[in-house]
């Protein structure tokens, strides 16, 4: 087989559209490169073309896909790679260097985090410390696999460094354990299943423009943590759902039914479960909300109520499930 296609070949090997290959390359699932000969069009890496092509399940429609995500495109398992490793270990794998790598790349001395981002929301302060950081290394040019792997592993130290508070010592989910007084296992295996959610990003976009585009997410996740916080208590759930739903004001971060995404399912049962095993404390009001939602409009918790579930049971600070998810998904971004 040769190792790269052409879109036409790409699209034809899956029986898919053009859109959904671009697609499917936004979200990291296959990777290209630039055509030699004309830098307008680009060649599509024919071990990923293959490997999409025998994950697909069923028998879909010419022109429609089962979109796998990104741990299942290469045959991996975000779940159990979850329940046992670091997200550095998991970070190195789904960049292609191994799991072995981490350690080389995650040692990397940084620079102070950039003081114009201290006391900004969460996204304003990440997007400021990438700014400022990005007009100065020099490292970044470094286009080659292994380049691209030590910037991925800087920026995400860096994104781990702003939400903590400044530059420090460990791993980055003891780092965040440390600032936030949480458990470093608990956020290992959150960051690793965001890293695995599918996100509708542009392709070629730049990683500033992507972050920015998590904006819905910080809506939909503030909204749900509010939804926590306004319950309060789990006998008032049912009572705050139907007032809420009686005003029009939806119930932020929950999925109306029929929703077939059983990855989407997995990936947000891990989490609550996360949830439940960290924090106990908060249980009662987290199920109570759920079992309201269901009976009243048959919804489930999606990745977003599950992350504002960890952050108000948790008593995280305010922002840190949105945190969370713009590392823990800029991991699969960074892909080479």
């Known amino acids: 087989m040769t190792d790269v296609l052409t879109a036409e070949q790409a699209a034809e090997r899956l029986n898919i559209k053009p859109a959904t ?3 499917y390359v936004s979200r990291g699932l296959i990777r290209t490169q630039p055509d030699p000969t004309d830098p307008r069009r680009r060649f599509y890496r024919a071990d990923d073309i293959e490997r999409l092509a025998q994950r697909r399940a069923g028998d879909p429609a010419p022109g429609e896909a089962v979109i796998p995500s990104l741990f299942e495109a290469i045959g991996q398992d975000a779940i159990k790679w979850a329940a046992r490793e670091t997200f550095e270990r998991a970070a190195a794998m789904l960049w292609g260097l191994g799991a072995g790598r981490a350690e080389l790349l995650f040692r990397q001395p940084l620079p102070p985090v950039a003081p114009e981002s201290a006391g ?7 997007m400021t410390a990438l700014a400022a950081e990005s007009a100065y290394d020099v490292r970044a040019y470094d286009t080659s696999p292994d380049g691209q792997a030590m910037t991925g592993a800087r920026i995400l130290r860096l994104m781990a460094d702003v939400l903590a508070g400044g530059v420090g010592e460990g791993r980055i989910a003891e780092r965040l354990a440390a600032a936030w007084r949480g458990d470093a296992r608990t956020f290992d295996a959150a960051l690793i299943l965001l890293a ?3 996100y509708p990003a542009t392709a070629g976009g730049r990683l500033a423009d992507r972050a920015q585009r998590l904006t819905p997410y910080g809506v939909t996740l503030r909204g749900a943590a509010g939804l926590l916080r306004e319950v309060g208590q789990p006998g008032r759930a049912h009572a705050v ?7 029009g004001l939806g119930l932020p971060g929950f999925i109306p039914a029929p929703n077939d995404d059983p990855t989407g399912h997995r990936r947000t049962g891990a989490l609550l479960d996360l949830m439940r095993s960290a924090y106990p404390d908060g249980i009662d009001i987290v199920e109570s909300v759920i079992g309201a939602a269901r009976y009243a409009m048959s919804a489930r918790p999606g990745v977003t109520f599950a992350l504002a ?6 008593r ?9 998810l713009a590392l823990g998904r800029s991991a699969a971004w960074l892909r080479p």
């Open 309 to 314: 579930a960890l952050e108000v049971a948790g």
């Open 120 to 126: 900004l929301p969460v996204l304003p302060a990440l």
């Open 196 to 198: 695995d959610e599918e």
């Open 21 to 23: 290959l671009y697609s």
């Open 316 to 324: 995280l600070p305010d922002g840190a499930g949105l945190g969370l």
């Open 241 to 247: 759902v139907a007032r809420r739903l009686q005003h």
